[in-house]
């Protein structure tokens, strides 16, 4: 468990999941904020991109009320996060978008905005088993972020 791996749950506190949770699934009127993204040029958009990676593209997507309910279950409010049996789930926004079919958004990539790019391929290297030349020939670029497909 958790508590046993060192978390920040107070002592004597329990973390457990209810037996039942209402939901109530409200779409918000979103066309400001798509009236603002339209109005900015590209140069705003990408260090927007930089900074926030693809949340712009959640701005077209519509709840699927279902899906919702049915995560919703096993949403733990004490470590804000998914638990699944002994497993604690947090997704990205990049695995959130995934996760809802969003259709631009390129599923099969591995994003990573590392401080120190240089360890990072080291890392990847040592964890992968792959040469500096395989890694360097595989990396792309989208915006200011590099991955590998």
């Known amino acids: 468990t958790q508590l046993e791996k060192g978390d920040s749950l107070a002592l004597g506190s329990t973390s457990e999941l209810w037996d ?3 939901v109530s699934v409200t779409q918000n009127n979103l066309q400001e904020l798509k009236e603002m993204w339209d109005q900015w040029n590209d140069e705003m958009k990408q260090l927007f991109y930089f900074n926030y990676g693809d ?4 701005l077209d997507i519509k709840v699927d009320e279902q899906l919702f309910r049915a995560l919703a279950q096993y949403w733990n409010p004490t470590y804000s996060c998914f638990t699944f049996g002994k497993v604690d789930l947090v997704l990205t ?3 959130y978008t995934a996760l809802l079919c969003f259709p631009r958004f390129q599923v099969d990539k591995a994003y990573s905005r590392a401080s120190y790019v240089l360890t990072f391929w080291k890392k990847l290297m040592n964890i992968t088993g792959m040469s500096e030349q395989w890694i360097m020939a595989r990396i792309k670029q989208k915006g200011e ?3 590998i497909p």
Do not use: G, I
């Open 20 to 22: 039942y949770t209402r």
């Open 145 to 147: 972020c590099k991955y």
């Open 93 to 95: 926004v990049e695995e």
């Open 55 to 58: 949340l712009p593209y959640l």
